[in-house]
């Protein structure tokens, strides 16, 4: 498995406002997903984090909404513009390492947007 | 498009009374299919991996079975911590993307 930690763990931004949210992990794995839960709500996937390229979003969701880099095998980004009420959710970042294809989740970052 | 649906959606047991969660799928070649559990505020925990239909894994008092349509969770004899959100996912052979059920919670009371 891989340890996986995310910052911020929590945060309460204003809508209108962006925030950012960093996934590291203690080893270099071959892929890297960011997720959303909504309250109540299961996972599902926003995009593929692809190191040196752009990420490969899912059916709606879009780049300008959720910017995401990845400059390396071990770090992520996930950002999250001009948020409204409705963006609140508990976002999740994955990897998948060699060899398998299990996931592996970070904690978490629970998202209010006031 | 990948389904997968849990059920029940609640289960509520006395501590040592054992029981089922059923996880059925559609996909159109299945690469793996995935048991987590997610304790309230936490990201999911890997569970198992099974791959093909016939196929046990096995931990503690967790047991999953797998078909050509279906997994089963079974919980033997749960504890109290054995309480919390059971989700089942499953990954086309055709693709990387994990989809999700909705998951069915286990609240275990002693």
């Known amino acids: 498995s891989a340890v996986i930690s995310q910052k911020p763990s929590r945060d309460i931004c204003q809508r209108g406002t962006s925030l950012t949210i960093q996934c590291q992990v203690d080893?270099?794995?071959?892929?890297m997903f960011w997720y959303r839960q909504q309250p109540g709500q299961s996972l599902t996937l926003i995009a593929t984090?692809?190191?040196?390229?752009?990420?490969?979003?899912e059916s709606g969701f879009v780049i300008d909404k959720f910017p995401i880099s990845r400059p390396n095998l071990t770090f992520s980004t996930l950002t999250v513009s001009n948020m409204s009420p409705e963006d609140s959710s508990i976002y999740l970042c994955?990897?998948?390492?060699?060899?398998?294809?299990?996931?592996?989740f970070g904690p978490g970052t629970r998202l209010t947007v006031t | 498009e990948d389904q997968v649906t849990q059920s029940p959606e609640a289960l509520r047991l006395q501590e040592g009374e054992s029981s089922s969660l059923n996880c059925s799928y559609t996909?159109?070649?299945?690469?793996?299919l995935f048991w987590y559990r997610q304790d309230p505020g936490k990201g999911p925990e890997f569970l198992f991996t099974l791959y093909s239909a016939g196929e046990e894994k096995e931990k503690e008092r967790l047991k999953a079975t797998l078909t050509k349509k279906e997994s089963f969770l079974h919980i033997t004899a749960p504890k109290p911590e054995d309480s919390a959100t059971y989700l089942c996912?499953?990954?086309?052979?055709?693709?990387?993307?994990?989809?999700f059920g909705a998951g069915t919670t286990v609240t275990v009371r002693a």
């Open positions: 996912a499953v990954q086309d052979a055709n693709d990387y993307k994990l989809s």
């Open positions: 994955s990897v998948e390492l060699a060899g398998g294809y299990e996931q592996y």
């Open positions: 996909v159109s070649g299945l690469r793996g």
């Open positions: 984090a692809n190191q040196g390229s752009e990420a490969t979003y």
């Open positions: 080893s270099q794995v071959t892929m």
